[in-house]
Nanobody
Framework: QVQLVESGGGLVQAGGSLRLSCAAS????????MGWFRQAPGKEREFVAA????????AYADSAKGRFTISRDNAKNTVYLQMNSLKPEDTAVYYC??????????????????WGQGTQVTVSS
């Protein structure tokens, strides 16, 4: 079973940037399809971005397009989420997720079976 640990969250002013990291413990990280989700208080967990095991295909929520970039470094067993031009509505707990490798990008919560514990991102106005 894969263990995922997120880091890099914190407090930032609107318009600022943060880079989230997700470290996987398993040696098989490179063959996993990875995603980022977020959940704000009182709201359901929502899709943010996803990337295939090769890094060749990515997908973004409309709210993230043009501002967020997902990438991975399989040599370091790590996936990243670079967040720029942050807005107060980006405030949430951000979760890293993984599933077995697939050709198509997966954007649904139910499509992933491994989850990290989350890292808090707070954007002040």
């Amino acid at each position: 079973q894969v263990q995922l640990v997120e880091s890099g969250g914190g407090l930032v002013q609107a318009g600022g940037s943060l880079r989230l990291s997700c470290a996987a413990s398993g040696r098989t990280f490179s063959i996993y399809h990875m995603g980022w989700f977020r959940q704000a208080p009182g709201k359901e967990r929502e899709f943010v971005a996803a990337i295939t095991w090769s890094g060749g295909s990515t997908a973004y929520a409309d709210s993230a397009k043009g501002r967020f970039t997902i990438s991975r470094d399989n040599a370091k067993n790590t996936v990243y989420l670079q967040m720029n031009s942050l807005k107060p509505e980006d405030t949430a707990v951000y979760y890293c997720a993984a599933r077995r490798s697939t050709i198509l990008v997966v954007t649904t919560t139910s499509g992933y079976n491994y989850w990290g514990q989350g890292t808090q991102v707070t954007v002040s106005s």
